[in-house]
Nanobody, 131 residues
């Protein structure tokens, strides 16, 4: 069973940067979409960014476009979320998730990114942006 472990969270000042890592074990990230989600207190979990395992296609929420970058290295079964120009509203618990996508079509559809589409989840890492 695929297990995901996030790391790299912490405290950052507004305008600062953090890099989150998602390490997979017990399976491969090949042909899987990797997603980063976040959940702030009192709010629903939201999709932040995703990356396809077939063609490298990416998705970014409008709130993070131009500031966050998602990458993956299948050779070491790890995905990353580089977060720059952090804002207080980025404060949340960040989760890594994965779902199979053998056809490579998940991020090509217009149905949107839903947390319920992802079957494997990490435990989450806290990101706090504050001065």
């Amino acid at each position: 069973q695929l297990q995901l472990v996030e790391s790299g969270g912490g405290l950052a000042q507004p305008g600062g940067s953090l890099t989150l890592s998602c390490a997979a074990s017990g399976g491969t990230l090949d042909y899987k979409v990797i997603g980063w989600f976040r959940q702030a207190p009192g709010k629903d979990r939201e999709a932040v960014s995703c990356i396809s395992g077939s063609d490298g296609r990416t998705y970014y929420a409008d709130t993070v476009k131009g500031r966050f970058t998602i990458t993956r290295t299948n050779t070491v079964n790890t995905a990353f979320l580089q977060m720059n120009n952090l804002k207080p509203e980025d404060t949340a618990v960040y989760y890594c998730a994965a779902r199979s996508d053998y056809s490579g079509t998940y991020l090509r559809s217009n149905r949107g990114i839903k947390s319920t589409d992802f079957g494997s989840w990490g435990q989450g890492t806290q990101v706090t942006v504050s001065s």
